[in-house]
């Protein structure tokens, strides 16, 4: 099976802009949660898609969006880019929620 | 609050030797694995381990969840093992949501 990626792999924005990330699950797998990465931080919790509907979501502010397709595909959306924003978005997959993840390769972003 | 917590936070070993890196948790667990964060970022599966005893080759895992702590034993290090090495726990109050701890990181010297 192939396994989980992630589209850009790289990106640079520019303050004020939006950014769209895409994540392609383990074929089969209905479960998809995107991560946050920084080194300040470490690794956070985004939210969690599975068929279709965020099932949980973490403490980030309301420009962090997301959504999931009917393939499992998802995509998350970071609106009014911050220098903050700056990170390694990571996503993974499973094929049930709240079960063993498998990660991507991540998307690494740079805010200038 | 929730809280992961990973010990020690930095090790430094010979080549041969042998490890052990502890994870702690705050609350009942439905899920817990390691993983192993390369240079590039990307985090390899290690174990799947909500409780028990896993082995996989020099690497083996243990949880004990009623005394809330995991432990990831590395024996024989090689300097491929070097890196981040992560602890990620699902509590039970909040299945799909998983918490990773500060991580340690692994020099393993030649």
């Known amino acids: 099976k192939a396994g989980v990626t992630q589209t850009p792999r790289y990106l640079i924005k520019t303050r004020g802009q939006q950014v769209t990330l895409s994540c392609s699950p383990i074929?089969?797998?209905?479960?998809v949660s995107w991560y946050q990465q920084t080194p300040g931080q470490g690794l956070q919790f985004l939210f969690e898609?599975?068929?279709?509907?965020?099932?949980n979501k973490g403490n980030f502010p309301g420009r962090f969006s997301g959504r999931q397709f009917s393939n499992s595909r998802s995509e998350m959306n970071v609106s009014t880019l911050e220098l903050g924003d700056s990170a390694l978005y990571l996503c993974?997959?499973?094929?049930?929620?709240?079960?063993?993840?498998?990660f991507g390769p991540g998307t690494r972003l740079t805010v200038t | 609050g929730i809280q992961v917590e990973q010990s020690p936070p930095d090790l430094i070993l010979q080549e041969g030797a042998n490890s052990t890196l502890r994870c702690n948790f705050s609350d009942s667990v439905n899920n817990l694995q390691w993983f192993h964060q390369n240079p590039w970022g990307q985090l390899i599966n290690l174990f799947y381990?909500?409780?028990g005893t896993k082995q996989n080759g020099r690497l083996s895992a243990t949880t004990v969840a009623t005394e809330r702590y995991s432990l990831l034993y590395i024996s024989s290090s090689q300097t491929t093992d070097s890196g981040v090495y992560f602890c990620?726990?699902?509590?039970?109050?909040?299945?799909?949501?998983?918490?990773f701890g500060d991580g340690t990181t692994l020099t393993v010297k030649p």
């Open positions: 074929s089969g797998h209905r479960s």
């Open positions: 990620a726990v699902g509590f039970n109050t909040n299945a799909g949501k998983s918490t």
């Open positions: 898609y599975f068929s279709e509907t965020q099932r």
């Open positions: 381990i909500p409780s």
């Open positions: 993974a997959s499973s094929a049930i929620l709240g079960g063993e993840q498998y």
